[in-house]
Structures are given as structure tokens and as C-alpha cells.
């Protein structure tokens, strides 16, 4: 079995203005909380988001990520930069060459980290990562995790919804039947779960600030006060169970 806490979206800054709560503290509490578990994860994903727009690099956000008590793969977001995330990262993970994928084991499980933030910015996939997840899934020997930043699937919430994720057909095709056995992301940062492409998938809670949620797009979308939250992922070979761990909660 493998036992993964999935951190997302910490939007970590370097000015200290942080809208509601400070978000590396908040991170290092989930790292506190998870040092604490009677049995501790085999990994953490980070997926995406790691630092804010208004950051000037990763110098402020690499001394907290390497007090993270268990082995830690840190994927990028639409608010990462990419071109500094893979020098800040360099020897974390083995990106492919022309974007920020990556397989990792962990445990009896592998993970594949897709890079879902097209060079424009919006969210999905072009043929180079689409290929490359192709040519992974099919050397795949074990039942394999899927991390995105963004959610392929639709959330119901324009907001998160528009522009879409682009190429989610092809994702979906080259899902089903094959290893993959869950799908994890962020972006909405807040917790959503659906079946999609025949696998349980699901979207975390932020450790940095929540979003609102207009499920009719009328109201606007703005940062708003929830408690930082992270997801326990416990897979093994009769499925999967998942968890959420707010850390207002005692350590587990």
C-alpha cells in the first residue's frame, strides 16, 4: 500500500501580504502534523501553486519545503514560473526536457506529475506531453497515480471551468483501461470529488488562501478565509481511500 498526503496550493509570497493567514506557517504545521502520524506517509505531492505571482523566485519558499519530514515532489502551477521552478528544482524530480513532468516511485505506486500549464497559461495539454504520458502509461508495471495542477474534469463552477482544460477528450482516452487507478489536483483549492476517465477524482484543499464559490459564475471570484487543509491518499490493491486533514484538527 501506498500512503500519500497531497499539500496543494500554498501561493507561498516574499512581501508577507498574504490575504487571510501565513501560508508557510500554515505549511509547516502540515509538515508538523504529518511528522506526528502514527504512521507517516511514504510522500507528499505538492501539486502547484507553490509560490504567488507577486513572488520573485523560490529563495523564500526552498528553506520551508526542505523541513518536509518525508520525501516531497513538488509540481508546478499556473502561478509558478516555469523557467525559475525547474532551476529551483533541479535534482527534486526529473523533469522531461520541454515541461515539468515527471514520474517518481512511492512505494507500490507510481506517480505521474503531468505539467498541466500550457506556455499561454491556461490550463491542459498539447501533443508533446500528451505523447509523453502515452509512451509512460505504456511502460507502466504498477498501478500508477495521476497529479495535475489543474483538474481535467469539469467542476461545475465556472470560475474554475473557463477557458476548460484543454485536450481533456485525449486525457481521458489514454486513462481508461489503462494503469492509472486515481487522479489528484489543485487549482480550485477547495475539496471536490468525481468520477472521470473511470477513475475516483478529486481536487485539495489550499494550504495558502481559499477561493469563493459561485456555482453560477455570477459572483466574483476572490480569495476568501478557509481553513488550510491537506488530503491523506491511501491506495493499495483493493482501492482507494482518502482523507482530509484540517490543521485546526489535533495531529493524527
Known amino acids: ?11 507561498l509570497r516574499d512581501d508577507g501580504a498574504d490575504p487571510f493567514h501565513d501560508p508557510a506557517e500554515a505549511l509547516l504545521q502540515a509538515f508538523a502534523q504529518i511528522a506526528a502520524m502514527e504512521i507517516k506517509p511514504d510522500a507528499i505531492v505538492l501539486t502547484g501553486d507553490i509560490i504567488d505571482r507577486s513572488a520573485k523566485g523560490y529563495a523564500h519558499a526552498l528553506p520551508v519545503l526542505h523541513r518536509a519530514p518525508v520525501p516531497l515532489w513538488p509540481m508546478p502551477g499556473n502561478h509558478d514560473d516555469p ?18 513532468s515527471f514520474i517518481a516511485p512511492i512505494a507500490d505506486l507510481q506517480l505521474i506529475a503531468l505539467d498541466s500549464t500550457l506556455e499561454d497559461g491556461r490550463p491542459g495539454l498539447d501533443r508533446s506531453r500528451l505523447d509523453w504520458l502515452a509512451d509512460r502509461l505504456g511502460h507502466a508495471q504498477t498501478p500508477s497515480m495521476l497529479a495535475l495542477h489543474h483538474p481535467p474534469f469539469a467542476t461545475g463552477t465556472p470560475h474554475l471551468d473557463r477557458p476548460g482544460f484543454q485536450d481533456a477528450d485525449a486525457l481521458s482516452r489514454l486513462i481508461e483501461g489503462s494503469a492509472v ?3 489528484i489536483a489543485g487549482h480550485s ?4 470529488q468525481t468520477i472521470w476517465a473511470g477513475c475516483l477524482s478529486s ?8 477561493l469563493s ?8 471570484h476572490k480569495p476568501v478565509r ?5 488530503d491523506l491518499h491511501a491506495i493499495g490493491p483493493k ?3 482518502s482523507y482530509q486533514i484540517k490543521l485546526d484538527q489535533e495531529p493524527q
Request: proline fraction near 7%; charged fraction near 15%; hydrophobic fraction near 50%.
Open 189 to 192: 483549492h477547495r475539496a471536490i
Open 1 to 11: 500500500m501506498a500512503l500519500i498526503a497531497q499539500l496543494s496550493d500554498p501561493h
Open 239 to 241: 482501492g482507494s481511500v
Open 181 to 183: 487507478c486515481r487522479i
Open 213 to 220: 464559490l459561485s456555482l453560477s459564475g455570477a459572483e466574483p
Open 83 to 100: 523557467a525559475g521552478f525547474r532551476i529551483a528544482f533541479d535534482g527534486w524530480a526529473d523533469f522531461a526536457p520541454d515541461h515539468l
Open 203 to 210: 481536487t485539495a484543499s489550499a494550504i495558502g488562501h481559499g
Open 226 to 230: 478557509m481553513a488550510p487543509a491537506f
